[in-house]
């Protein structure tokens, strides 16, 4: 709180004495700069920067001048492009460093580039490639950071990501597809937003408004009479609305026939109070008809309409939706940069363990492949409005930030910026560079994970109480505990199957059994410290029970830091139900079969589908590389069960492909005179979605729900299909369906001789 007010005082002060505040810190600013100029200012106070620092726009730069060096001034103008929105020139001049802005905001972004390159910085022009680039904001309880913020905190984060480019946030409505309210909040929801809003008109930056059509039906009169009285409650309370962003679903499902009108009347509602700000629609979660009926409204062109906004939960692909959209209206990408599975960019072949242990949520860091999803979609999007859930994704948010000005910005160089200001360390680069990659491949063979925390805790002495340092801690160290601990748990079923193998069930519990050695149970220790101190000095809710967090998916994975990462429940529970037969011969069956594993006779094949190092039949399509959005591509997934509740690891994974894809399994080079058999195992999470199975085009198993889950299915494949010695396993979900595209999963497969 003092510092906020200490910050209030600078900006005062810089209204009404600005000589006085040039001649005490050199920074010099025209005698008439506005508010949001002057706002600016107040970045470089707050990083205490030195020296003679002249900040104000361009065509003000001169009257700020004298003798020589406003000579050189003119003289190097002429060499600088026309004034471009928010574009920004740094120079130097004598001993004079000119910060200079096309218009106000780019005084902003100009301070923001010094400020992340330092004293040293190099002299730049730099104009903004994308005109969009906002970061989502929600104050609510599902959030895993946000719904613990004050407004000092909130305008630090706003500061922030201005320093890296961004010109907006985009805020979520108080009624949403969440809670009404969070236990963490530090004021109520409506008075944090008008907070937020009136913060972006300080600073000159775009205040857009997320607001869900939430009613049951707008076709019934009174449904829709209350949602436009509440609409219009909320718009004429915010200070400032720059644009106003309503998704057809996810949340919410009105149909685009009844969205269309209802929108068209919040927006004459909204443009009395806010009478310049934009209209942006998005079909998400529409099914195939909708979304030509969607096209079919957008192509009246609707003149209160701005633009379209792609997110996640879109049928048609990006590229598809900017050909079908009248060309008149822009398209924004809202790219979900904050989640890692069971998402809109899942890791690519993300090894089960991380993701049974660090979820959906968890600190991700992804420079890399951030960047090539910026590269791949830039040269259809106007802009982006990146979906986050809080600060897990801190890093991603000022990788977008910058590549909405450059998308071709070295991500090594963002990342130093990031260092360079957060921690006064550039070479914090490295160390994040290196998270990236400790989820490359398979976690016992990565042997650059320990490598990682070894780094981590070198630079830990230097960076104390540092949030930022201590999430990226906090992965290394959750990083490396996973490895450690799978390692071990691997030898520990190994030594159970064993000793199964030779009928000694009390020694396969014993192995099972064993406690985790000093130096995993030390790693554990550290996660749980750092939690504490992420929660205390950046509201971060890494647990459920200790922090508040609203559910172990919404980033609380420090729940799951015990999760079993073997079959030690479903063994036990097997060997429970062996010792309790009476017959000895029943008691020798069943115990010879599971001491088996998943073993195949001679001739046949297994995958353990969402594993991706034994799923050698699995036909994976482009993969991320093309496809990041895995449009075409198969997906390594995991369900909401773990070992823990007797599922075996086999079980929890599944693969899985979205809306009319199949799942494709190929097989060659079979023997033609073998008759096969199918053995399958159907799990996931809990979809209800039916399935149809094919082989070589021939229906095997028409659409059928699951019944159970897991549930076990065996087929006879007939021998006429397999005579050439190949064969091609599909599974589809009915075509045109909307929603997330998600539900149709396979996590066992056998082919057997018969």
């Known amino acids: 709180m003092a510092r906020r007010m200490w910050r209030g005082l600078i900006l005062l002060v810089l209204l009404l004495a600005q000589p006085a505040l ?12 506005t508010s949001q100029a002057l706002a600016a200012v107040t970045l470089l106070e707050a990083r205490q920067v030195y020296g003679s620092v002249v900040v104000a726009r361009r ?39 000119i910060v200079a802005g096309d218009d106000d905001r780019g005084i902003l972004f100009g301070v923001g580039y010094m400020l992340r390159k330092g004293p040293a910085a190099p002299e730049t022009h730099a104009a903004p490639q994308m005109a969009f680039r906002a970061h989502q904001i929600g104050y609510r309880f599902k959030n895993n950071s946000y719904d613990a913020f004050t407004l000092a905190m909130f305008e630090q984060q706003v500061r922030d990501l201005a320093v890296f480019g961004a010109n907006g946030v985009q805020w979520i409505a108080p009624v949403s597809d969440d809670a009404s309210a969070s236990p963490l909040f530090t004021t109520a929801p409506l008075d944090m937003a008008i907070g937020v809003s009136g913060l972006m008109k300080t600073y000159g930056l775009d205040f857009d408004l997320y607001y869900p059509q939430m009613g049951d039906d707008y076709t019934k009169p009174a449904t829709r009479a209350v949602e436009l009285a509440r609409f219009e409650d909320l718009v004429k309370r915010l200070p400032k609305v720059d644009a106003l962003y309503i998704p057809g679903g996810d949340p919410g499902h009105t149909q685009p026939d009844v969205l269309f009108p209802l929108v068209a009347a919040e927006v004459a509602i909204l443009h009395r109070y806010h009478p310049k700000a934009t209209v942006w629609l998005s079909a998400q979660g529409f099914d195939k008809a909708q979304y030509e009926r969607f096209y079919a409204l957008l192509a009246k062109e609707p003149d209160w309409l701005t633009g379209v906004f792609f997110g996640p939960q879109s049928r048609d692909p990006l590229p598809v939706q900017r050909a079908r959209i009248p060309a008149r209206y822009k398209l924004i990408f809202y ?11 899942p890791v690519p072949q993300w090894d089960p363990a991380f993701a049974l242990t660090e979820g959906r949520e968890p600190v991700n860091p992804q420079p890399r492949a951030q960047s090539h999803i910026v590269r791949h979609f830039a040269g259809d999007i106007d802009g982006f409005v990146t979906y986050s859930e809080g600060v ?65 805790e070198h630079m830990a002495p230097a960076h104390p109480d540092n949030w930022r340092f201590e999430m990226a801690w906090y992965r290394a160290t959750y990083d490396a505990y996973v490895r450690r601990r799978v390692m071990a748990e691997r030898v520990r079923e190994a030594q159970a199957y064993a000793a199964l193998r030779t009928g000694d069930m009390p020694a396969a519990r014993l192995a099972l059994a064993a406690t985790d050695t000093a130096d995993i149970t030390a790693l554990r220790t550290r996660l749980f410290e750092l939690a504490g101190k992420l929660y205390s000095h950046i509201g971060l809710q890494l647990s459920v029970k200790l922090y508040g967090a609203s559910a172990i998916e919404r980033g609380a994975n420090l729940d799951r830091v015990d999760v079993s990462l073997n079959d030690r429940v479903w063994l036990t529970r097997q060997m429970d139900e062996i010792e309790a037969l009476k017959a000895p011969l029943q008691r020798s069956v069943r115990l010879k079969a599971l001491a088996g594993g ?11 589908l969402g594993d991706p190092g034994h799923e050698p039949h699995l036909v994976r399509g482009p993969g991320f590389a093309s496809d990041p959005e895995m449009y075409e591509s198969a997906i390594d997934g995991i369900a909401d069960m773990t070992p823990d509740d007797g599922w075996r690891k086999a079980w929890v994974t599944y693969a899985e492909t979205l809306y009319e894809v199949p799942i494709t399994l190929r097989y060659d080079r079979l023997d033609p005179e073998t008759a096969y058999r199918l053995k399958i195992v159907y799990a996931g999470e809990g979809y209800a979605l039916p399935i149809r199975l094919t082989a070589n085009g021939v229906v095997l198993r028409d659409f059928s ?12 494949v007939p021998q006429a299909l397999t005579r050439h010695g190949e064969l091609t396993l599909e599974w589809t979900r009915p075509d045109g369906l909307g929603g997330s595209g998600r539900g149709h999963q396979v996590a066992q497969v056998w082919l057997l001789p018969r």
Do not use: C
Request: hydrophobic share 40%; glycine share 8%.
């Open 598 to 608: 998943d073993v195949t006779p001679p001739g046949g094949f297994y995958d353990d």
């Open 335 to 345: 790219p979900d940069i904050a989640h890692t599975m069971h998402a809109q960019f």
């Open 22 to 33: 040039a001649r005490e810190n050199g920074v010099i600013t025209a005698p008439h700069a």
């Open 705 to 716: 729900e699951r019944t159970s889950n897991p549930m076990t299915v065996e087929l006879d």
């Open 59 to 97: 065509d003000e730069v001169a009257g700020l001048l004298s003798g020589a060096d406003k000579a050189l001034w003119h003289t190097r103008l002429k060499a600088l492009p026309p004034l471009t929105p928010e574009a920004y020139t740094v120079m130097r001049i004598g001993d004079r460093l």
């Open 392 to 456: 897990n994704d801190d890093v991603n948010k000022m990788v977008w930030s910058q590549l909405g000005w450059h998308a071709n910005t070295d991500s090594d160089a963002i990342l130093a910026d990031y260092g360079r200001y957060f921690l006064g360390d550039p070479g914090f680069a490295e160390a994040l560079t290196a998270l990236e990659r400790n989820w490359d491949g398979p976690v016992a063979g990565n042997d650059g994970i320990e490598p990682t925390l070894a780094l981590f």
